[in-house]
């Protein structure tokens, strides 16, 4: 199996910066996308962006395009998601997720880690 733990979330201010991680151990699957996604309360799970394996090709929600950068070190099986310019909307729990594809839906992911909350402060 898979395990994907998520990590540098926290408290920041309106115009700042995080770096989240997400690492995968166990099984790990080449060719396998990375997803990210976040859950605002109260609200469905929407999708942020994703990379491929090979880092060829990403995609964002329009929301976070400019604003955030999906990267990925495949040596380390770590993928990184760069929230830059953060707004107080962007509050959410995010997570990242594996699936056979670049989806952007959360039905289309096989696994998911635990999540991490981000929260921007006004």
């Known amino acids: 199996q898979v395990q994907l733990v998520e990590s540098g979330g926290g408290l920041v201010q309106a115009g700042g910066s995080l770096r989240l991680s997400c690492v995968a151990s166990?099984?790990?699957?080449?060719?396998?996308?990375t997803g990210w996604f976040r859950q605002a309360p109260g609200r469905d799970r929407e999708f942020v962006g994703t990379i491929t394996w090979s880092g060829r090709r990403t995609s964002y929600t329009d929301s976070v395009k400019g604003r955030f950068t999906i990267s990925r070190d495949n040596a380390k099986n770590t993928v990184y998601l760069q929230m830059n310019s953060l707004k107080p909307e962007d509050t959410a729990v995010y997570y990242c997720a594996q699936s056979k594809s670049d989806f952007t839906t959360p039905t289309q992911y096989d696994y998911w880690g635990q999540g991490t909350q981000v929260t921007v402060s006004s």
């Open positions: 166990g099984r790990i699957f080449v060719d396998y996308a």
